[in-house]
C-alpha cells in the first residue's frame, strides 16, 4: 500500500499535489481561495503577480449584487482607480464554470481587457460562462474557488448598497475593504 501511494503522489502533476491557495484579508472576514493553475494559467499568473505587488492591498469591493457577485480589486477607498498591467487573454474557455464560491476575472465588454479586478460568485451564473467565440458569448475566466469563508462572501453579498454616479452603481454603503491579500504558506 504504501509503495503504491508513493507512485501515486509521484505520477501526479505538481500543481495537483500543491494547489497555490490565497487568503483575502477583509475589514468583514478572510477569504481563501484555491486557484487553478492547470485549467486558468495566464488569469492565476496574473492575479498572484498582482498579490506579490501588493496591488489588492486596500482595494474595496466596489461592486455588490446580492445573489450575483462581489466584485473588486481595482479601486481605493476614496474611489480612485489603481494602475493596472496590461490586459490578458481571456480564458473563459477553460471548462471551469460561474459556479457559486468562484472567482473570476472582471472585464469590460472587449474580451481580452481584463486586468487586476476579479469577482466572486454569489450564485450558479451559468450566463457568464464560455458560450462561444463571440465578444457577447465568450464569458468571463474562472480561475478559482473560495474554500474558505464563503459566509464571509454571502455576508458581504446581503450588504446595503447606493449608487454614488453611473460608474458606481451598487457600491456598498459601508466600505468593504481588502486590507490585505497574500499567498497561504504551504
Known amino acids: 500500500m504504501r509503495i503504491l501511494t508513493c507512485l501515486l503522489i509521484f505520477l501526479l502533476p505538481l500543481s495537483a499535489m ?34 506579490d505587488a501588493g496591488h489588492y492591498d486596500g482595494t474595496i469591493f466596489h461592486r455588490v449584487i446580492d445573489g450575483f457577485m462581489i ?11 489603481k494602475p493596472t498591467r496590461a490586459p490578458i487573454r481571456n480564458e473563459a474557455g477553460n471548462g471551469l464554470r460561474n459556479q457559486r ?14 486586468t487586476s479586478q476579479f469577482f466572486i460568485n454569489l450564485a450558479d451564473n451559468t450566463f457568464l460562462d464560455h458560450r462561444g ?20 462572501v454571502d455576508a458581504l ?6 449608487s454614488k454616479s453611473a460608474m458606481f452603481q451598487n457600491l456598498p454603503a459601508e466600505s468593504i ?4 491579500v497574500r499567498r497561504q504558506p504551504k
Do not use: C, H, W
Open 133 to 152: 467565440k463571440e465578444p457577447a458569448s465568450y464569458g468571463y475566466a474562472v480561475f478559482g474557488r473560495v474554500v474558505s469563508g464563503l459566509e464571509v
Open 71 to 81: 466584485q473588486g480589486g481595482g479601486y481605493t477607498a476614496d474611489l480612485q482607480p
Open 101 to 114: 464560491g468562484t472567482i473570476a476575472m472582471a472585464r469590460t465588454s472587449v474580451v481580452d481587457s481584463a
Open 18 to 51: 500543491a494547489a497555490e491557495r490565497v487568503v483575502l484579508e477583509t475589514n468583514r472576514g478572510e477569504v481563501v481561495v484555491e486557484l487553478d493553475p492547470d485549467k486558468a494559467p495566464e488569469s492565476v499568473k496574473n492575479f498572484l503577480a498582482y498579490v
Open 177 to 180: 475593504v481588502i486590507i490585505k
Open 157 to 162: 453579498g446581503k450588504m446595503r448598497t447606493v
